[in-house]
Antibody
Framework: QVQLVESGGGVVQPGGSLRLSCAASGFTFSSYGMHWVRQAPGKGLEWVAFIRYDGSNKYYADSVKGRFTISRDNSKNTLYLQMNSLRAEDTAVYYC??????????WGQGTLVTVSS | EIVMTQSPATLSVSPGERATLSCRAS??????LAWYQQKPGQAPRLLIY???TRATGIPARFSGSGSGTEFTLTISSLQSEDFAVYYCQQYNNWPQTFGQGTKLEIK
């Protein structure tokens, strides 16, 4: 069965950086696009970024463009989100999700990122 | 970006009754629309994609309809486990965008 496990969350100061990872198993990772989605405490869902199965195309939400970078290592079955210049409004649970015809078919349990001084 | 608007914000329905949730897009998204269910403390779960195709393992009481800018999620006979928050999402254009959610609560 599909398993997605996020890690790398924690507390970081404003202006700092953090790299999230998503370890995938139970499917052929190199054949699927992958997404990052976030949810601020008590708020709704916000799509963050997408990367094609081969890394050839990447798309970002306007709110993170130029600060966040999505990447993947198909040899390690791992998805990444490099987050730089973090702001208080980036505080959220970050989920990785497996693409299903551009919808989000399977989700991890999320990792919490808190941006605070 | 495309703005997705869900209504109502909160819907109170009795178990066994039908629930109808609405989602409107600020411009056409064709049939590139998904619905998700989220329970407290859990990750969201895909219910419907392509506006009307149920995801694997989703019960038949969940159905989606619509195209263009107007979409509906119908739950035909509410079970206790269906009380949750529901989100619509368009994936016709980048960036993908979600609605603000509808909370389905027990009446």
């Amino acid at each position: 069965q599909v398993q997605l496990v996020e890690s790398g969350g924690g507390v970081v100061q404003p202006g700092g950086s953090l790299r999230l990872s998503c370890a995938a198993s139970g499917f052929t990772f190199s054949s699927y696009g992958m997404h990052w989605v976030r949810q601020a405490p008590g708020k709704g869902l916000e799509w963050v970024a997408f990367i094609r199965y081969d890394g050839s195309n990447k798309y970002y939400a306007d709110s993170v463009k130029g600060r966040f970078t999505i990447s993947r290592d198909n040899s390690k079955n791992t998805l990444y989100l490099q987050m730089n210049s973090l702001r208080a409004e980036d505080t959220a649970v970050y989920y990785c999700a497996k693409d299903l015809y551009c919808a989000l078919g399977d989700w991890g349990q999320g990792t919490l990122v808190t941006v605070s001084s | 970006e495309i703005v997705m608007t869900q209504s109502p914000a909160t819907l109170s329905v009795s178990p066994g009754e039908r629930a109808t949730l609405s989602c409107r897009a600020s411009q056409s998204v064709s049939s590139n629309l998904a619905w998700y269910q989220q329970k407290p403390g859990q990750a969201p779960r895909l219910l419907i994609y392509g506006a009307s195709t149920r995801a694997t393992g989703i019960p038949a009481r969940f159905s989606g309809s619509g195209s263009g800018t107007e979409f509906t999620l119908t739950i035909s006979s509410l079970q206790s486990e269906d009380f949750a928050v529901y989100y619509c999402q368009q994936y016709n254009n980048w960036p993908q965008t979600f609605g603000q959610g509808t909370k389905l609560e027990i009446k």
